[in-house]
């Protein structure tokens, strides 16, 4: 490459499309690179939900009591056990972060980061006819299947309603109309102000079609590592050398290995999760729809409806387990959902989580000109157009939003 780039984007994903097509807006001349094709990684398989109601971080006092469970394989969490050695390190900084004084602080933080997701959606999406087709916000429900599990959700449903989220029971003629999808439900609760979109790999489609509309430049490559050179950086991929003024890392789960040599420590984890989606609408089924027993997602989408399960500690890069797609078909068959004769199209997805449960959002000390946006865990989608915006406003005007000093990668040392 000639000239150097005023900014390279490591990673396609809707964290570095959202970012660079924020970036490109803004003026600046950004190459968004990636391995494959935009938005194939983690943000081409979730759920879709936008999830505007999660205002804490899923690291909190007392989550040491899902241990063993989990370490059993019970539930809807696990571990893949032949990554122990990755992920049990992971864990023990995760139990810290579960501390009451260090989990208020990263609260705080949270709830601030979120207090803008719905108005920077609704500002993406009127900046960008595309998104605002594949972006409804009508809410999302939340059954039961039997009264235990209902009463065992109260105390957190109105800890929530306390903290300002917005839902409500669902009435006799709402749950009756839900169980056409679900038989079984026995009672639910509609959150009011959640969105969802049809399709999340559309999603990203959209924000790169955007991006390329402005200006913005792709490079399909694998990059190596990422070298300061000269107040500028070297990107080291099989191609070319790429030559970039400032570099922002947005590879998702497998970003540790590009940052740690720039001395920037991200203790990323795969937290895996899996979905099978079918191509066929289930009738009925108008917004995103939790089974709270089954920990499972069914999200309408335009291809049909998709069901979205699981977590599995892995390390990055370890093959899929295919018992998962099993155990998700038979919750889908007790529930009554699922017919035998549908073919679901089946896929794994690496959440990038941190110990901590927050992003890192920031910039090094060290190396001026280096940034990241990683470790959006179960929220990625939800907070990319806020994630954009934070970012860019630091990169482009030198802004900085009060809550990124939690959210720095020096919180890992
Ligand atoms: C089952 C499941 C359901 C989910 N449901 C939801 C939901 O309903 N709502 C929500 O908000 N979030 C949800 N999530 C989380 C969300 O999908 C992720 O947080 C989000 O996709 C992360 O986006 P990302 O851009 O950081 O990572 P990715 O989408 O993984 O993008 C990273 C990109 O970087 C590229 N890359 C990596 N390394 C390199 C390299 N060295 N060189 C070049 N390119 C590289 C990859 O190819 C990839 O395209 C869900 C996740 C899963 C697994």
Redesign the pocket.
Same mark, same amino acid.
């Given at each position: 490459m000639a000239s150097p780039v005023d900014l390279a984007i !490591?990673?396609? @994903? !809707?964290? *570095?499309t959202a970012l660079a097509r924020e970036l490109q807006l803004r003026g600046m001349r950004c190459l968004l690179?990636? @391995?494959?094709a $935009? +938005?194939? @990684? %983690?943000?081409f +398989?979730?759920?879709? #939900?936008?999830?505007i109601e999660q205002l804490s971080p899923l690291s909190q006092p007392g989550a040491w009591r899902e241990a063993p469970a989990l370490l059993l394989g019970r539930g809807a969490a696990s571990l893949r056990w032949p990554d122990a050695a990755t992920v049990l390190p992971w864990a023990m900084k995760f139990l810290r972060s579960c501390r009451k004084a260090q989990y208020e602080i990263n609260d705080r933080a949270f709830h601030a980061l979120q207090a803008s997701t719905g108005t920077d959606w609704s500002a993406l999406a009127a900046a960008c006819p595309r998104v605002a087709a594949l972006t409804q916000f009508l809410g999302h429900d939340e059954i039961f299947e039997s009264a235990a599990a209902r009463d065992k959700a109260h105390a957190a449903l109105l800890a929530q309603r306390a903290d300002g989220v917005n839902w409500r029971d669902l009435s006799a003629t709402e749950l009756g109309g839900l169980r056409a999808v679900a038989p079984r439900a026995i009672a639910g609760v509609r959150y009011l102000d959640s969105g969802y979109v049809k399709t $999340?790999l559309g999603i990203v489609e959209a924000l790169y079609a955007d991006f390329l509309s402005k200006g913005g430049r792709f490079l399909t490559?694998? !990059? /190596?590592s990422i070298a300061p050179h000269d107040d500028a950086f070297v990107l080291n991929s099989d191609g070319a050398p790429i030559h970039a003024q400032r570099v922002v890392v =947005?590879? @998702? =789960? /497998?970003s540790a290995r590009?940052l740690s040599p720039l001395g920037l420590r991200a203790p990323l984890i795969a937290e895996? *999760?899996?979905?099978l989606s079918f191509s066929r609408h289930l009738p009925g089924l108008l917004r995103p729809l939790l089974l709270r027993e089954r920990s499972a !997602?069914l999200t309408p989408m335009q291809f049909g409806f998709r069901c %979205?399960s699981f977590v599995e500690f892995a390390a990055p890069g370890s093959a899929p387990t295919p018992s998962k797609w099993r155990t998700l078909k038979r919750h889908l068959q007790e529930s009554g959902i699922f017919l035998p004769t549908d073919e679901p199209r089946l896929w794994m997805?690496? /959440? $990038?989580t941190l110990p901590d449960y927050m992003p890192a959002i920031g910039a090094s000390r060290a190396h001026p000109g280096l940034f990241y946006a990683?470790g #959006?865990?179960?929220?990625?989608? %939800?907070?990319s157009p806020t994630t954009a915006r934070v970012l860019a406003d630091l990169i482009a005007s030198d802004k900085r939003a009060s809550f990124l000093d939690a959210l720095d990668l020096r919180r890992f040392g």
């Open positions: !490591v990673g396609a @994903g !809707v964290i *570095g690179i990636d @391995g494959g $935009p +938005g194939h @990684g %983690t943000s +398989g979730n759920a879709g #939900h936008i999830a $999340p490559a694998q !990059v /190596r =947005a590879a @998702g =789960a /497998r590009l895996r *999760g899996y979905h !997602v %979205t997805g690496e /959440r $990038p990683i #959006h865990q179960h929220l990625g989608l %939800t907070l």
